[in-house]
């Protein structure tokens, strides 16, 4: 095992900082039902960390615990180095986490610019009365956010959607936008459920992409759940493997291909 | 033909997020202002002030009020009338403690009282969402106008438990009462609806429009990225009550002059307002323009029409205007949720296009 603060540099040569975020036995429960078993893992600065496992594995719920929504009942979420009291989804945001989500959540009724602006929250700091007035600090606050935003649109490549309503646009643009609007935020961690759910090869092949720029220009260190085991293996540096609430593997994807465990889990097992 | 945007190009995000991106629009819009204050009030007299013009700007006021709340918020509620009525009473109050001060700061007083009272009511709103927040609302509705009946103190333990508006005025100006004249009551209430529209423009259009959105369209994850469901919904409550209640207080004082709060301020004025919603178009100014004039025309045009050209009587005429909204609000829900200003939007990208389909 490595030590928290020192890094590692992965296979095709990038250097891999200490760890940003670390789970310490997390166990979430719904009533009766165990969704995470005693899990702990850590997700080290710059490093593209996938979270796999079969369906109702509890990965969503992982990254539920992540972003704030669900609260464990037991263990303790470690971020940059200070265990996080129980907190609102809304202060995670603040404290730079951002995610998408499996099932877009796109806001329908607004552009793609105002979807992704939504995204700045957390750098607006005009009050309500300067923003009625518009003229001065508002609009400086506002011009400067768009600046950023533009920036991200550029680098999605959806510059020609900008100011179209959400509602109208394919569904693997709508994927694209949603990634849009949670790098807006410029975030220290990124958090990725299934990005690549219902797309065709060449929509797979722009996200992957995506992501992997993302995390070369922009350094953003990323968790991602996904099914596509090929995807997995390519774009992550280091895999968790969950089945039925547990952690069953926990490595680089060769370390994972080869797990007995692993394989069992999703090939089944035979049980004479 | 002069009504696109090719060769008017934007070089600035300044330019390019302003209200009316095309230029045509942008002259129309200042036509219609230099009419509304140069040219309207010198050719006024009572009877448009106090058939169309007077009931059109403060509806005007409610709508948007409203349509914030509704329309943008996604927050349903049924207390307009009630909030109305505290705008009102607010007023009241105001202008019978401190007779010396302008009905300018009477007004926005009454509608600061009026966005407290909402905030109070909007708490509800954090834990409850759709037909539960409109039955909390609502019942704000029924316990306000109660309160104003049951509370003497609240109409000056006047005898007749109404309350009148005494004589004030603006800069020697006369807003209120029987002798006030026209122009001066509809320049009064003219500023008040300006200004509210140009603050709701720039709520909507920046950073609190967009959390009020984004609550609107999906509120878990506007929580997820960083809005803060309580500062968002309340803050929706507070703007959408300021404007109601200076509406209340400008219908109360300036428009009727006398009230009786069950009968004016009851839950039909909050079905109304919520009707020119509706019609004029959910999450959108101008729509709430569009509701009010529709709403505040089509009795005045139906009378126009039924009783004095084709010599209905009077009673069946107004019972018309009810079935024909009735079926109006039905239709606009089927047909065109997004109402007028829907309609207007596409007649618009139509005109893009003309005199050349594609």
Same mark, same amino acid.
């Given at each position: 095992m490595l030590d928290s603060t020192e890094g590692y540099v992965t296979e095709d040569g990038r250097k891999i900082g200490g760890v940003v975020m670390e789970m310490k036995n997390i166990t979430l429960r719904f009533g009766g039902v165990v969704a995470i078993k005693d899990i702990s893992f850590d997700i080290r600065e710059g490093e593209i960390r996938a979270i796999?496992?079969?369906?109702?594995?509890?990965?969503?719920?992982?990254?539920?615990?992540?972003?704030? %929504?669900? /609260?464990? *009942?037991?263990?303790? /979420?470690?971020?940059?180095?200070?265990?996080?009291?129980?907190?609102?989804?809304?202060?995670?945001?603040?404290?730079?986490?951002?995610?998408?989500?499996?099932?877009?959540?796109? %806001?329908?009724?607004?552009?793609?610019?105002?979807?992704?602006?939504?995204?700045?929250?957390?750098?607006?700091?005009?009050?309500?009365?300067? *923003?009625?007035?518009?003229?001065?600090?508002?609009?400086?606050?506002? /011009?400067?956010?768009?600046?950023?935003?533009?920036?991200?649109?550029?680098?999605?490549?959806? *510059?020609?959607i900008r100011k179209t309503p959400v509602s109208r646009l394919p569904y693997g643009l709508k994927?694209? /936008?949603?990634?849009?609007?949670?790098?807006?935020a410029e975030p220290k961690l990124l958090l990725l459920d299934e990005p690549m759910a219902g797309m065709n090869v060449e929509e797979k092949e722009d996200m992957s992409r995506f992501i992997l720029d993302v995390n070369d220009e922009f350094g953003t260190t990323i968790a991602l759940i996904e099914h596509d085991m090929g995807v997995v293996m390519d774009l992550s540096d280091r895999v968790v493997v969950m089945d039925y609430g547990k952690k069953i593997g926990d490595g680089t994807p060769d370390e994972v291909r080869s797990n007995q465990d692993v394989i069992d889990a999703y090939l089944g097992v035979s049980h004479d | 033909m002069f009504y696109r945007e090719a060769g008017d190009f934007k070089v600035s995000y300044v330019d390019d997020s302003q209200t009316f991106p095309i230029k045509f629009d942008r002259y129309r819009y200042y036509v219609v202002l230099a009419v509304a204050f140069g040219i309207i009030p010198f050719i006024i007299n009572d009877y448009w002030a106090n058939a169309l013009l007077l009931p059109f700007l403060i509806y005007a006021i409610a709508a948007i009020g409203l349509n914030i709340l509704v329309g943008y918020c996604g927050q349903v509620s049924l207390g307009t009338g009630g909030f109305m009525a505290v705008g009102a009473? !607010?007023?009241?109050?105001?202008?019978?403690?401190?007779?010396?001060?302008?009905?300018?700061?009477?007004?926005?007083? !009454?509608?600061?009282?009026?966005?407290?009272?909402?905030?109070?009511?909007?708490?509800?709103?954090?834990? $409850?969402?759709?037909?539960?927040?409109?039955?909390?609302? #609502?019942?704000? +509705?029924?316990?306000?106008?109660?309160?104003?009946?049951?509370?003497?103190?609240?109409?000056?333990?006047?005898?007749?438990?109404q309350i009148n508006a005494p004589e004030r005025d603006v800069f020697g100006i006369i807003i209120t009462g029987p002798n006030a004249p026209a122009w001066a009551t509809y320049l009064f209430c003219l500023i008040f609806l300006t200004v509210c529209a140009l603050i709701a423009r720039n709520l909507t259009r920046g950073t609190t429009g967009r959390s009020w959105m984004a609550i609107r369209d999906m509120d878990i994850a506007a929580e997820i990225i960083g809005v803060n469901p309580l500062k968002a919904k309340i803050s929706a409550f507070a703007v959408s009550s300021f404007f109601v209640g200076i509406a209340g207080a400008l219908f109360f004082?300036?428009?009727?002059? !006398?009230?009786?709060?069950?009968?004016?301020?009851?839950? +039909?004025?909050?079905? #109304?307002?919520?009707?020119?919603? $509706?019609?004029?178009?959910?999450?959108?100014?101008?729509?709430?323009?569009?509701?009010?004039?529709?709403?505040?025309? #089509?009795?005045?045009?139906?009378?126009?029409?039924g009783v004095d050209l084709l010599g209905w009587p009077t009673d069946i005429v107004a019972h018309l205007n009810l079935v024909i909204v009735g079926a109006l609000i039905i239709m606009f829900l089927i047909l065109e949720p997004h109402g007028l200003a829907q309609l207007w939007r596409v007649a618009k990208e139509k005109l893009r296009l003309w005199p050349f389909p594609h």
């Open positions: 796999i496992g079969p369906n109702g594995a509890g990965k969503s719920s992982m990254l539920n615990v992540i972003s704030g %929504f669900y /609260v464990p *009942q037991e263990g303790e /979420v470690w971020f940059h180095g200070s265990k996080r009291p129980p907190m609102r989804p809304y202060e995670v945001a603040r404290q730079g986490i951002a995610r998408t989500f499996q099932n877009i959540a796109l %806001f329908e009724g607004m552009s793609v610019l105002d979807n992704v602006m939504t995204g700045r929250l957390n750098y607006m700091k005009t009050n309500m009365f300067q *923003q009625a007035w518009w003229k001065g600090k508002a609009e400086a606050e506002e /011009v400067e956010n768009r600046e950023a935003v533009e920036k991200i649109i550029d680098f999605l490549e959806i *510059q020609h994927k694209r /936008v949603e990634l849009a609007r949670a790098l807006a | 009473y !607010a007023c009241y109050k105001l202008m019978t403690a401190f007779p010396d001060v302008s009905m300018f700061i009477h007004v926005v007083l !009454a509608g600061g009282v009026t966005a407290l009272v909402g905030v109070l009511f909007g708490l509800p709103s954090l834990r $409850i969402k759709g037909f539960y927040l409109a039955v909390a609302t #609502l019942a704000a +509705q029924f316990f306000l106008v109660w309160l104003f009946n049951r509370v003497p103190w609240f109409y000056n333990y006047s005898a007749s438990g004082a300036v428009y009727l002059g !006398a009230v009786e709060v069950g009968e004016v301020f009851g839950i +039909q004025k909050s079905f #109304l307002v919520l009707f020119m919603v $509706i019609i004029g178009g959910l999450g959108s100014i101008f729509g709430s323009f569009a509701g009010a004039a529709f709403l505040v025309l #089509l009795p005045v045009l139906l009378k126009l029409i």
